[in-house]
């Protein structure tokens, strides 16, 4: 069971926006950055977004970040079938004083 | 090539212990801390642990506190973690991971640098 909640799927068709939620508590998302991930099959993750909404260097501004409150959500705008592959967020724990992760969702383009 | 390369791994016997190596190359190791990530099919992402760049300051997950051991050899580029009295839910991925920091910050629990893992398997 992941400390932090995302849905195990998620679907769009080419150049759709979808979004993916996740869903901490006060001591994690509530009060810590939210970071996102994107892992493809047999690969590491790679870092997406840090900071809620930040893309490191290289990443298309077709992902997006946002964070309200003790929930985040990833954007994809303009999907494309190579984006269908697995995403997690993640975000500090102050209670655990780690970093924890959400179950990831896995996205389908139809 | 910037990279983080995992050794060690294998299949080892409950109660068992077991060393894990990450060798770091293509960045100045030493001004980075440094984490063990697990990845399992039922469970997911799961952070292991993570060491500061003095080896200053080192956590846990409760899942391992008090068996593993993180530590580091910055003159090796070198990330270790001592696994001991293993169980068999800690079969895993281990990914060895690099924290992320730009433009003078650092960001604890972003990781923008994984090796490739190594699996640990325990079981009788």
């Known amino acids: 069971q992941s400390v932090l909640t995302q849905p195990p799927s998620a679907s769009g068709t080419p150049g759709q926006r979808v979004t993916i939620s996740c869903s901490g508590s006060?001591?994690?998302?509530?009060?810590?950055?939210v970071y996102w991930y994107q892992q493809f099959p047999g690969s590491a993750p790679k870092l997406l977004i840090y900071?809620?909404?930040q893309r490191p260097s290289g990443v298309p501004d077709r992902f997006s970040g946002s964070k309200s409150g003790t929930s985040a959500s990833l954007a994809i705008s303009g999907l494309r079938s190579e984006d269908e592959v697995d995403y997690y967020c993640?975000?500090?724990?102050?209670?655990?004083?780690?970093?924890?992760f959400g179950g990831g969702t896995k996205l389908t383009v139809l | 090539d910037v990279q983080l390369v995992e050794s060690g791994g294998g299949l080892v016997q409950p109660g068992r212990s077991l060393r894990l190596s990450c060798a770091a190359s293509?960045?100045?190791?030493?001004?980075?801390?440094m984490h063990w990530v697990r990845q399992t099919p039922g469970k997911g992402l799961e952070w292991v642990s993570g060491?500061?760049?003095?080896?200053?300051?080192?956590a846990y997950a409760d899942s391992v506190k008090g068996r593993f051991i993180i530590s580091r050899d910055n003159a090796r580029s070198s990330l270790y973690l001592q696994m001991n009295s293993l169980r068999a839910e800690d079969t895993a991925l281990y990914y060895c991971?690099?924290?992320?920091?730009?433009?003078?910050?650092?960001?604890?629990?972003?990781?923008?640098?994984w090796g490739q893992g190594t699996t640990v398997t325990v079981s009788s």
């Open positions: 991971a690099k924290e992320y920091c730009s433009g003078g910050n650092c960001y604890q629990g972003a990781f923008d640098l």
């Open positions: 993640a975000a500090w724990d102050d209670s655990l004083s780690g970093p924890v």
């Open positions: 006060s001591s994690n998302i509530g009060s810590n950055s």
């Open positions: 293509g960045f100045t190791f030493g001004h980075y801390a």
């Open positions: 060491l500061s760049w003095n080896s200053g300051n080192m």
């Open positions: 900071g809620n909404n």
